[in-house]
């Protein structure tokens, strides 16, 4: 199957240069935000956030008055990330030093972490990693006070949730509220994950954000040249459809399903024996419990690392080995289930193969980061998604056919994170200067005004899109049955209004324009002919000079996606899909009857009938269902 999305890349270089001070693009970004007391970073996989906060910590402790560094990582295998790092060299002017003995997450030290932790504000030294957890453990028995003048980082920050269930969420407030530590927040991911913030608005307001996209990570790159997001929907059982798309030539972590899933066969020691069995005969384990595959067609040897094994000392074997890999020919297949996600580093990695629909957003981008990271073996990286296919006969089908659809809207969301951004400006009649490059100017946009919808844009874009394509109506809404007006002018501004209530209707008007056009521009194609640019919208080709937004608000921005699904899966599977869809429709309000009553007078006068409810299209249907509502509604105002 073609690929849904594919985005090219420019090889600039730019995200992987470093100036005067060895620091990388994305850490100079970071740096020269170093004097805010609270400061939140959100930067791709490999962007460098760990240097990033040796940097930024090390001008606290030196010129900013910080006495201590608390380090807190949500894993120990992360911690390493953080050991003694040589930055002078590079043109820095200190090294980051930690005393291993306060490395809490490498330490042998048998000594309880807490009282190793209260030892180290009692002590001299200066810098300190732990988990999440030995921080929560250690913050209930300290007062507040004892945090003063200290920089508190948060590494792998969307595990932090505002929800009062979640402890390190608590942690940072009573900091924030208590003493006059300073935070560094950070994170790779571009979505909380659920929808749970992770601080209160009030909270988060109080952070200096730096927005590092992951677009200006892979432009920025030497080798990387473009990234392709697809999909495989299959019959059956999963393995049975990875002979068509596992390729044991191109370097793989292939994730198979959580044994709570549909798709799971409950025996994942069995699934693992099933892909060993169909790419080859195990030759021999070594020493480091890697699998020697001899491959059936050729006798090619592939190694593969098991990381499903639940023995922890195999697998300790097997993740050690994988940390120490220096070539391309070190491995050729990782085979996981909930690991080589975050804290794991494979550069060499071509394909992310994951089976079954993954909830999380913020599990999606950190599967796709494993594949993006920038290396001399390859300039395509690929993620595909296998699908199981609905089944007329299964009683999940409802389930399925969600399911289906989630994981597509998932890579619509995506391509939204890992594609180029434009700025948007309004276009005014005697407007005769030319976008400057990066620039759209739109004619009736309306210009962001107030800082609250600007922070949002710049730091929270993405998140927004991710309720607005992962909320129920929505998703009923955009295989086409619904007219793009109403997802664009009814949907999206409610959705928006749940989320940001403090937001007045001017806001939410611009803020919605903004993410509509946005969505819609990324998803189409800009082509120069002559000295004039064309942009094609679904299956609109406009001059750019002519853009403007009543034209962008009648484009569904999401269709495609569902367009080129239905070219992919047989005519028996797109009706069960429609019928699934048209089974949980959106109930008919006065909003969208509004928007529909222009466009069935238009019908009306084209065809010289009414709409049909035993219509093929479905939009013809919804017309019907509009002028049955609103008959309805006249008939209860007549008996008031």
Known sequence: MPNLVEVHYEQTGASKSTNEFGMRQMQQKAYEQR???????????????????????????????????????????????????????????????????YNLCTTEDNKSKVETFKEFLESDEKILICTHATLRFAFDQLNESKFNDTLLAIDEFHHVSADGENRLGEVLRSLIEKSNCHIVAMTGSYFRGDSVPVLLP??????????????EQLNGYEYLKSLGIGYHFYQGRYTSALNEILDTDKKTILHIPNVNSGESTKDKHREVGTILDIIGRVKEITN??????????????????????????????????????????????????????????????????????????????????RATRDSENKTTSQFTNLIAQPDAHNDEVKLS?????????????????????????????????????????????????????????????????????????????????IEPEVINEVLIPKIIKVKYPDLNEEEIEELRQYVVVDSVVRNAEIET??????????????????LNIDLINSINPFQQAFE?????????????????????????????????????????????????????????????????????????????
């Not at 990582?73 to 911690?79: A, Q, Y």
């Not at 085979?335 to 999606?364: N, Q």
């Not at 710049?458 to 607005?468: G, H, R, T, V």
Request: glycine share 6%; net charge positive.
């Open 529 to 546: 002919q002559g000295d004039k640019k064309f942009i094609r919208m679904a299956d609109k080709f406009i001059n750019l000079d002519d």
């Open 35 to 101: 004097d805010a007391r609270y400061l939140l970073l959100k930067a791709p996989p490999a962007s460098g956030k760990s240097r990033a906060l040796m940097f930024i910590a090390l001008d606290k402790l030196i010129n900013q008055g910080i006495k201590k560094v608390i380090v807190a990582v949500p894993e120990r295998s992360i911690g390493g990330s953080f050991g003694t790092t040589d930055l002078k060299s590079n043109g820095f002017y200190s090294n980051w030093e930690p005393n291993q003995k």
């Open 564 to 640: 080129i699904l239905s070219k992919q899966v047989t005519t028996g599977v797109l009706k069960i899909i429609q019928e699934a869809i048209e089974a949980t429709r959106i109930k008919m309000d006065f909003e969208e009857a509004s928007i529909l009553w222009p466009k069935i007078q238009e019908f009306i006068k084209t065809h010289g009938r009414e709409p049909s409810k035993d219509s093929n299209d479905p939009k013809e249907r919804r017309m019907y269902e509009c002028i049955i509502y609103l008959k309805e509604e006249k008939r209860k105002r007549a008996n008031q």
């Open 288 to 369: 480091d419990g890697i699998i020697i595959l001899k491959r059936h067609e050729d006798g090619k040897l592939i190694k593969v690392a098991d990381l499903v094994n639940d023995d922890p000392k195999e697998r300790d074997k097997v993740v050690s080995y994988l940390r120490n890999i220096k070539s391309v020919d070190d491995m050729d297949l990782i085979i996981a289930l909930g690991m080589a996600k975050e804290g794991f580093d494979w550069p060499y990695c071509e394909h992310a193969l994951t089976v079954g629909y993954r909830s999380s957003l913020t599990e999606i981008i950190q599967i796709i980061g």
């Open 202 to 215: 009030e909270d988060e307001a109080k952070f200096t954000k730096v927005t590092y996209n992951y677009y």
């Open 401 to 481: 056919v969600n399911n289906m659809l989630k994981a597509i809207t998932s890579s619509l969301l995506m391509e939204q994170v890992l594609a180029p951004s434009f700025k948007f400006k309004p276009r005014f009649p005697d407007d005769k200067e030319p976008p400057k490059k990066g620039e759209l100017k739109i004619r009736g946009f309306k210009t962001p005004t107030s800082k609250k919808v600007q922070d949002i844009i710049e730091s929270d874009l993405n998140d927004l899109k991710a309720s607005i394509l992962q909320d129920e109506q929505m998703l009923k809404a955009m295989p086409g049955n």
